[in-house]
């Protein structure tokens, strides 16, 4: 049978920040369906476009990375628009890796088929898990999406594997209220790890200022009632 396609659109081939208290290559996944205004990787975002990155020479690099790397996280793009994401990931995995996956949850149930593969998820919660704001926070207004993540969330939970939610705090569509009631939410429904991003204005954003992007963390009632909501919380900038 042939291999399902893996679509690569970028590599980094050394982190200390992408996956938890380890080191790992990032390999970035070409395509995403959403269009969130605060996205730093819009060139990954086209489906069709060619990086000139290949599969298969990733994993020879890889085979030269096995007692220098501890995992590889596969991150986007979005990775699960990926139909070769499984076999791609089990080509790793018998490397030795660790696996890890950044994901904002889209197609919850190719999430459910390569879970029991992965050690651990970064998962972008991008607004309040309702239609309006998510839709203005990821660029596109559809009942559906907002369903699938909400899909992928449960499914993590249920899973057992290790997960962070995290959010980028972008003040022209996230207010302290938004934050604490993403917060709420998460907590209620048993998320323990919880991570706030700093939004860096991307290129097209000439307005808004620095002070604008750290309001989130200067106030201290809301990052006292984020420690208290979570096992784990923190500030990432
Ligand atoms: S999901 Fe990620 S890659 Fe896709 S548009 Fe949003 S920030 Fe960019």
Redesign the pocket.
Known sequence: MEKDFIKVGGVETFSTVDFPDKIAAVIFMQG?P???P?????V??DTDCDSGFIWEKFVEFLQTRRKILDGVVFS???PLMQNGLESAIREVKDLGFLIGLHT?GYRPQHLKKVLPLIDWVGF?I?ALLEENKYGRA??CFSQTYLMKVRESLQILLESGVDFECRTTCDPRILSIKDIKDIAEELSRIGVKKYFLQKYRPVESDKTTSDCDCEQFFCDKNLIAALKAQFEVFDIRK
């Not at 605060?38 to 819009?42: I, L, P, S």
């Open positions: 995403c959403w269009r969130c605060f996205c730093h990787n819009a990954l975002q986007g793009g979005e904002g972008d991008k990821i660029g």
